[in-house]
């Protein structure tokens, strides 16, 4: 269940230098700058409640999905608690997926020799005044893949080569902290024009290292693309904390899923359902029944969505609730329906259609 509700307001803040505790990977150098301004913003929370498989009930999982209502609004109200769904969830079917979202914008550096993560700048594009709710949760679960860039005080390579704290960016807002990163090298670009700083460099970071240096560091959030708007966005500290709790900390599925496909995405995406966590949308069937959400191709086809993260059912904005799913039940469910042409993963997308042939390795492994 979601509940939403919008309060722009308005803020504004400052930046100052933020020593990270470590520093991985490799330093572009680039400009980042200002991320002070004003962001409008969408509460949202999101419980799942807990469902049963075809053949037992699964153990529920609660995401609390928020976002400042600007820098300055008050904290979010607590999620309510998740309900108990006693009866064996039946299917409950859906449209077909956008044949647009299947993959990922092409590759893109709007500036020489940055990669930008195309699909957080796309999400980012959604993201303004008259935005859904839905738009900053795209953003949320889009960053699970790849990388963002954190901006450095001075020259990052320099300092790495000196064994130096790195300086990172950070906004101020009262007693509030947050984290600056960014999607793209222009986005980079645009903070500079917005403060004129010259002396910055820039870092990219996986995302889930920039997270986690939120986190670490005692933030209430982190803003991306702050210079850019409305085309930014800001995550508090406790989405974050939910976003990374019990996740594939290789991001498997949804890198494959984000990167070029080929013959090999396929069987590298069934492998991973042996180890990565997964992920039902489990909904109400019109006699009140629970039932697990299917996907439907335009030649009748049945498939059964599966999802890496939680945040990818919230997108969705329908009434379902994330349940886990381990790849027995998965392999179960596929095993005792005939009538399933297989299953789709992440119908927002980047999503991935697998046949009953394609799944065949699992199904041998599991049975």
Same mark, same amino acid.
């Given at each position: ?13 400052? !930046?100052?230098? $933020? ?5 991985? &990977? ?30 037992? *009930? ?10 400042? #209502? ?5 904290? @979010? =109200? ?10 064996? @969830?039946?299917?409950? @079917?859906?449209? +077909? ?11 893109? *550096? !709007? ?30 679960? /889009? ?7 954190? =901006? ?5 390579? !320099? ?15 009262? &007693? ?6 960014? +999607?793209? #090298?222009?986005?980079? /670009? ?14 990219? /970071?996986?995302?889930? +290292? ?15 693309? $702050? ?10 500290? &406790? ?61 009748? *086809? ?9 945040? &990818? ?15 027995? $039940? ?24 697998? +046949? ?12």
């Amino acid at each position: 269940m979601a509940l939403f509700s919008r309060r722009p307001k308005d803020a504004s803040g400052s !930046t100052s230098p $933020q020593p990270a505790d470590q520093a991985t &990977e490799d330093a572009a150098a680039a400009p980042a700058g200002d991320a002070s301004a004003q962001t409008p913003g969408v509460e949202t929370e999101a419980g799942a409640a807990e469902a049963g498989t075809a053949a037992e *009930e699964a153990a529920s999982v609660s995401i609390s999905l928020s976002s400042y #209502g600007g820098l300055g609004a008050p904290a @979010p =109200r607590p999620a309510a608690p998740p309900v108990a769904k006693p009866a064996i @969830p039946a299917p409950v @079917p859906r449209t +077909s997926v956008d044949a647009a979202t299947r993959t990922a914008p092409p590759q893109t *550096e !709007t500036v020489p020799g940055l990669r930008d993560n195309v699909l957080v700048r796309a999400a980012l594009a959604n993201v303004g005044e008259s935005a859904p709710p839905q738009a900053l949760l795209d953003v949320a679960r /889009q960053m699970l893949q790849g990388h963002l860039f954190l =901006r450095v005080k001075g020259d990052a390579r !320099t300092l790495l080569a000196e064994g130096k704290d790195l300086p990172l960016g950070m906004v101020t807002l009262g &007693e509030r902290r947050f984290t600056v990163a960014y +999607s793209s #090298g222009a986005a980079l /670009q645009a903070a500079i024009r917005a403060d004129g700083d010259v002396e910055t460099s820039a870092m990219g /970071q996986p995302v889930l +290292s920039v997270i986690r240096h939120v986190l670490g560091g005692g933030f209430d959030g982190l803003i991306i693309d $702050q210079s850019s708007a409305p085309a930014r966005a800001v995550l508090p500290a &406790e989405l974050l904390k939910r976003m990374v709790d019990k996740i594939d900390e290789q991001l498997t599925i949804k890198t494959l899923l984000a990167g070029e496909r080929t013959a090999e995405t396929a069987p590298a995406v069934v492998k991973a359902l042996a180890t990565a966590p997964l992920w039902i949308a489990v909904g109400k069937l019109a006699d009140g029944r629970p039932g697990i959400a299917e996907g439907r191709s335009k030649e009748g *086809e049945r498939f059964l969505e599966v999802f890496s993260h939680p945040l &990818e059912v919230a997108v969705l904005g329908r009434p379902d609730q994330a349940a886990p799913l381990t790849a027995a $039940q998965l392999a179960g469910a596929i095993a005792s329906d005939e009538g399933l042409s297989g299953i789709v993963i992440d119908p927002a997308g980047p999503w991935i259609r697998l +046949s009953r042939e394609d799944l065949a390795p699992l199904l041998s492994a599991t049975s």
